[in-house]
């Protein structure tokens, strides 16, 4: 009876909004921001060499994308607030592994922080899901960019300068930043999200639910061009900066590019209401084609090294599109039923792209210099342009329902030959 005088608030979890999920979203990119240009150097400094160097980072993205597609069959299991909870503690184990810094510790902290930002990254996914109709996915993500773009921007650079004080203290911050993202996720209360009934059937093998992906054209395309997206992102980070040393211009400009098309995160709202006038697929065909131009111009005109590198942060424009509204074919196709388990599916990308990136320049360089790898993201960025030309026309657009609600239309990828 005592519960009856309750305040409402103390009884029952406030729905999420979409700016709770930004918050999140912004924190998680203030830890990988701070790390994402220390740990190169960090487990370069431990190992002692370039070819352990690489050796680490492949084995941490093997593990991160066994680990990723686990997550949906361990949140069978355990409630996806404990789970999002032990992506959070996976940082710090990892934070605190990279402060001690010896030859063991930093690369077990890189594994543990790829683990870390896959589980967070599948279970904030699934909450995205969850609470924020399909109408406002695309708001959703262009706010989670505007909240993360001051990390992304600031963070490179403040992690190299902290670590130059003290080896362990950018991974001081970022720990810092973990706790703080804990303390701000169980104060939103999101719980375990919403539960979906489902008919009673055996439990699907941890990886039983990729041969419902691979049936699925729609869910395919949309994580083909999380890849692709990736992957430019990969070469414009990691392989900009290098053809400027080679190319005499010296080992900042690189750095100064990645933090000026950072910047550009912040115009992530307005490229969502681009987006919206577009349609989605207007909006990934228009970004996908001239990114993937730029990049072959980029390649074809290197014997001009600023004329390279303008091109190239030009294309990183059309990158940033990408961002905001290259994961809505695949959100918008998603089944209820399936969110978790096909948020896991999505995050792979990111590990995927980290792997095919350098093996395809491994083999690029085989046969010719650097700026043969613009080319080559040019190939991978214009085949995406093309299967973007199957996205349904009405992807994204608002249209009236029976009730006279906005609704969007469903995402839908026509193979040729096939109807939705």
């Not at 196709?333 to 350098?358: C, N």
């Not at 083999?363 to 995406?384: D, K, M, N, Q, T």
């Not at 973007?388 to 469903?410: K, M, N, T, Y």
Request: charged letters at 10%; aromatic letters at 10%; a positive charge.
């Amino acid at each position: 009876m005592a519960n009856r005088y309750l305040p409402l608030a103390l009884k029952h979890s406030p729905t999420p909004r979409i700016e709770h999920f930004a918050l999140l979203a912004g924190l998680d990119a203030t830890i990988r921001g701070t790390l994402v240009s220390t740990m190169p150097l960090v487990v370069y400094d431990a190992l002692g060499d370039a070819q352990s160097t690489s050796v680490a980072f492949f084995i941490a993205g093997i593990v991160a994308l066994v680990w990723g597609l686990m997550v949906p069959w361990a949140t069978r299991r355990i409630p996806r607030r404990w789970a999002y909870s032990a992506g959070v503690a996976l940082y710090l184990v990892g934070n605190g592994l990279g402060a001690i810094g010896t030859v063991w510790s930093v690369p077990l902290a890189l594994i543990c922080n790829a683990m870390a930002t896959v589980t967070i990254f599948v279970c904030l996914n699934a909450y995205v899901l969850d609470y924020v109709d399909r109408a406002n996915l695309g708001r959703s993500q262009s706010v989670q960019m505007a909240y993360a773009a001051g990390a992304w921007t600031i963070g490179p650079m403040a992690g190299v300068w902290l670590y130059h004080q003290w080896h362990a203290l950018p991974f001081l911050v970022a720990g810092g930043f973990s706790l703080l993202q804990m303390t701000c996720f169980w104060i939103l209360r999101l719980g375990n999200g919403k539960q979906i009934a489902r008919a009673k059937r055996p439990t699907v093998n941890p990886l039983g639910y990729l041969g419902r992906f691979f049936s699925q054209p729609r869910l395919i395309a949309g994580w083909t061009f999380a890849v692709m997206r990736s992957c430019g992102w990969w070469v414009y980070v990691v392989y900009l900066p290098i053809f400027c040393i080679e190319a005499g211009l010296g080992d900042k400009v690189g750095g100064i590019a990645l933090s000026v098309s950072n910047a550009l995160l912040f115009a992530a709202p307005a490229l969502n209401r681009l987006a919206r006038r577009l349609s989605v697929r207007r909006s990934v065909r228009l970004a996908f084609g001239l990114c993937g131009l730029l990049f072959l111009a980029a390649g074809l005109v290197s014997a001009l090294p600023w004329a390279t590198v303008a091109l190239v942060m030009l294309a990183s424009g059309f990158l940033v599109m990408l961002d905001a509204v290259g994961g809505l074919p695949f959100l918008m196709s998603v089944k209820p039923s399936e969110r978790t388990e096909m948020s896991a599916v999505y995050s792979s990308f990111r590990d995927v792209s980290g792997i095919l990136t350098p093996g395809a320049a491994w083999l690029v360089l085989w046969v010719a210099p650097l700026p043969g790898i613009f080319v080559a993201a040019a190939v991978g960025l214009l085949s995406s342009w093309a299967i973007a030309g199957r996205l349904h026309p009405r992807l994204g657009v608002a249209r009236p329902s029976r009730g006279g609600e906005q609704v969007s239309a469903p995402g839908a990828v026509t193979p040729a030959g096939a109807g939705r």
